[in-house]
């Protein structure tokens, strides 16, 4: 019989320096109440060159999911580390992980696929705990945005929504066949792979070295078509909510908790109003760290963790959209 993969740790790393909207306003034309009118953002970390790398922070989140867990790295069997802003280009930030946690020689992946890319992780780990083959497997979201974002005016409808941090969740099997991870649903439309893009380093450019890229650094800050983005990630959240709960026969009066990813509180109001959900029953953090990609939904979760928001018996909801598009959920029974 298929195992059941169960969360059994949960932690989070965000870097200490906060960036307040007021703080944006120094460096562009910007202003604290268009960003929070139109994004809930108040605050956002930015990490520190040469304290923290994406694989540092994943790192630190992973320890503490560890740690509450109860086990060591020498029981992970499995690394899977989600990420767009990996510490180099190659090789991924899975493989740092291994060597800064001290973890025996296990495989590590990374995952790219952005906003989505902790779901699509945490599916991976789920398939390989069900099919047996892994017993403890580790899944960490990790990002580092403000490395590479054009912090001047022309920057500003970007800029303004991201955020650095990290979070980790250890994944193990359980033989209570009704709780943990019942489903994951995955999605792609790569025709939208343009409205939410980092061009380079690829291969679209003519030359990777191209003198250019050095010439127009923007090739390498994140361009997005908001309003694009927006309207199809309102109606992907919720497809791909009802896809979940339809697959197991449950209705929206189930969810105990949605921790949406956190792409803009204006998302997730919509969502939330839509699906007819009290502020109990949705999770938003958005506010203190804007939009951490991968690594957002994890440190939600834990957050929720810690505030007593996720209880035993509870089901709770993960749902992604963003940039590919890619969309994803999770339905849980802690
Ligand atoms: N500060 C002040 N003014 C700004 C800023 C800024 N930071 N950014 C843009 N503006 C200006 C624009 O230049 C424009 O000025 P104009 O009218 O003189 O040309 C005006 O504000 C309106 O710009 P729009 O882009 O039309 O603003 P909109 O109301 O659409 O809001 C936003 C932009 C917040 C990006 C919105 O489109 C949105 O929420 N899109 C969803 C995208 C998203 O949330 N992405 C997150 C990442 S993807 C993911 O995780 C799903």
Not at 38 to 48: A, L, Y
Not at 112 to 122: E, P
Not at 247 to 260: C, Q, V, W
């Amino acid at each position: 019989m298929l195992k059941q993969t169960k969360i059994v740790g949960l932690g989070h790393y965000v870097p200490e320096t906060v960036v307040t909207n007021h703080d944006l306003e120094k460096m562009m034309d910007t202003s604290d109440e268009w960003i929070q009118e139109r994004t809930g953002i108040k605050e956002r970390r930015w990490f520190t060159y040469g304290k923290e790398t994406v694989a540092s922070m994943g790192t630190e989140a992973a320890k503490k999911a560890l740690d509450q867990a109860g086990l060591t790295p020498d029981d992970v069997d499995f690394i899977i580390l989600a990420t767009l802003s990996p510490d180099y280009f190659f090789p991924g930030s899975g493989v740092l992980v291994q060597e800064k946690l001290g973890i025996k020689e296990v495989g590590a992946l990374d995952v790219r696929n952005q906003c989505s890319g902790f779901l699509y992780a945490l599916s991976i780990g789920d398939q390989f705990i069900k099919t047996g083959m892994y017993k403890t497997v580790l899944v960490i979201g990790s990002e580092i945005h403000s490395h590479g974002l054009d912090k001047t005016t022309k920057g500003r409808g970007v800029t303004v929504i991201f955020g650095d941090g990290a979070g980790a969740a250890v994944l193990q099997a359980t033989d209570e066949s009704d709780k943990g991870i019942l489903s994951t649903h995955l999605h792609s439309q790569g025709k939208y792979a343009k409205e939410l893009v980092v061009i380079g380093p690829g291969n679209m450019t003519p030359v990777r070295l191209d003198a250019s890229n050095a010439e127009d650094p923007t090739i390498m800050a994140p361009i997005m078509n908001g309003g694009t983005v927006f309207k199809h990630a309102v109606t992907r959240f919720q497809e791909v909510i009802y896809e979940a709960l339809e697959a197991n026969s449950m209705a929206k009066e189930d969810i105990s908790l949605l921790i949406p990813h956190q792409a803009n509180l204006r998302i997730t109001q919509f969502i939330q109003k839509k699906m007819e959900l009290g502020n109990d029953r949705v999770y938003s953090n958005i506010q203190r760290y804007g939009n951490t990609t991968a690594a957002s939904i994890p440190i939600a979760m834990s957050e929720a963790y810690q505030e007593g928001r996720i209880k035993d018996g509870d089901l709770v909801c993960l749902a992604a959209f963003g940039s590919g598009f890619t969309w994803a959920s999770a339905l849980i029974r802690w």
